[in-house]
């Protein structure tokens, strides 16, 4: 997408998809409530590990944003790890509000899924 300041050494571990972009679970830092999914590029990576505000890329828009800066339900980065195959990213957060865009706590309240 851009270029970025994120550290080399963070970026040769992140195996990106064809589009530049990886898979980034939010989760709540002091309950291991997963909040939502988002898609990071390495601009978005880097811009949450220097600000501590997550920032996500946009698929539909084709733009960063930075959760809460409309809402004022913001994400504070706790910290941030990668998976073993390095092509997921997992970012403790501390939520204000709800993490999903329809308001609720988190994205994954809506429907109970059972197994057959």
């Known amino acids: 997408m851009s270029q ?3 550290d080399p050494a963070v970026a040769e571990r992140v ?3 064809a589009e530049g972009l990886v898979p980034a679970v939010a989760q709540q830092h002091d309950t291991g409530e997963v909040l939502m999914l ?3 590029d390495d601009v978005a ?3 949450s590990l220097t600000t501590g505000r997550a920032t996500y890329w946009s698929r539909s828009r084709q733009e960063y944003w930075v959760k809460g800066e409309t809402s ?3 994400q504070r980065v706790v910290e941030v790890r990668l998976d073993c195959d390095g092509d997921t990213v997992l970012i403790k957060v501390d939520q204000t509000g709800g993490a999903c865009h ?4 988190t994205c994954f309240d ?4 059972h197994p057959a």
């Open 102 to 105: 329809t308001g609720d706590r």
């Open 15 to 17: 195996r990106w998809n």
């Open 110 to 113: 809506a429907d109970l899924v």
């Open 45 to 47: 990576l880097s811009r």
């Open 38 to 40: 988002g898609w990071m």
């Open 72 to 74: 004022g339900n913001t």
């Open 4 to 6: 970025t300041d994120l």
